[in-house]
């Protein structure tokens, strides 16, 4: 009888550390670095291809990171009215476009060059009250733009890589963008259809954030989009409520590119 009653006791132990470590597997959420090491390990991808390529998507991040600072100046000068919050986003983008530094070829050398010198164009005609201030940002983030494409083709394949932490975050900042770009339009109604081939891109974006054809969009990403087909529904009724729902869009997107840092 103890015998019987013994082994009870074992099987009873048993099950309750199965238990125990099953409920741990499914309560434990690794980390986004931890998600990140285990892709690279199962990928068996080059260490050294794999650092390359994330160096390349850094730089990529603050290129858009630059182009999103250059965006809220001319909110700040066209919008808000704020010229010390339009040097400030200024400075923002200069510091941002000195921390690209990788694979960094004369070429690339000279147009980020080409690129810092509209911004300090832009911050003398704010300083010197110029009517000029405001083309003068618009002229740096061409230009950004247009060195952004020069990483376009590796970009494609950081996400093959082992880099999809990395290439979410460049997505949604790239939607922020769309955004920003969508709140300089709506500020007019002449200016609407511009918002909303920008709320397009940003609605492209935010797609783009699926690494898989089959993979489901995920909630957030879809309640975005919701939002933005609500702003472009706005926008063709040519509402001026769009603005405040494209602002309100915005603030969300924003708070997604701070979560990615967490």
């Known amino acids: 009888m103890n015998n019987i009653m013994k082994k009870r006791n074992v099987i009873i132990a048993l099950i309750v550390v199965i238990a125990i470590v099953l409920g741990g597997l499914v309560i434990w959420k690794p980390s986004s670095q931890v998600k990140e090491l285990i892709n690279k390990i199962e990928k068996k991808v080059d260490p050294d291809v794999y650092q390359n390529l994330k160096e390349v998507t850094n730089d990529k991040i603050k290129l858009v990171e630059a182009k999103i600072a250059l965006l809220k100046a001319k909110v700040a000068l066209e919008i808000v009215q704020s010229q010390q ?34 911004i300090r164009k832009a911050k003398e005609s704010i300083e010197k009250k110029s ?4 083309e003068n940002v618009s002229a740096a983030i061409e230009e950004t733009e247009a060195l952004m494409k020069e990483y376009d083709s590796k970009m494609k394949n950081v996400k093959k890589e082992g880099g999809e932490q990395l290439y979410d975050h460049y997505v949604n900042l790239q939607a922020q963008a769309a955004l920003l770009k969508a709140k300089l339009a709506s500020k007019s109604k002449d200016t609407y259809d511009q918002a909303y081939n920008n709320l397009e891109e940003a609605k492209r974006w935010y797609r783009h954030n699926n690494y898989e054809a089959s993979k489901m969009i995920d909630s957030t990403n879809q309640k975005m989009i919701e939002k933005i087909n609500e702003a472009q529904e706005y926008l063709k009724e040519k509402k001026d409520e769009a603005g405040v729902l494209i602002s309100d869009i915005l603030s969300k997107a924003s708070e997604l590119v701070k979560d990615d840092d967490q």
Do not use: C, F, G, P
């Not at 986003?89 to 810092?116: C, F, G, P």
């Not at 009517?131 to 405001?134: F, K, P, R």
């Open 131 to 134: 009517l000029d201030a405001t």
């Open 85 to 118: 919050t339009a040097e400030k986003e200024l400075d923002n983008a200069m510091d941002l476009l000195s921390d690209v530094k990788s694979d960094l070829n004369k070429k690339r050398h000279d147009q980020i060059e080409v690129v810092r010198q509209k």
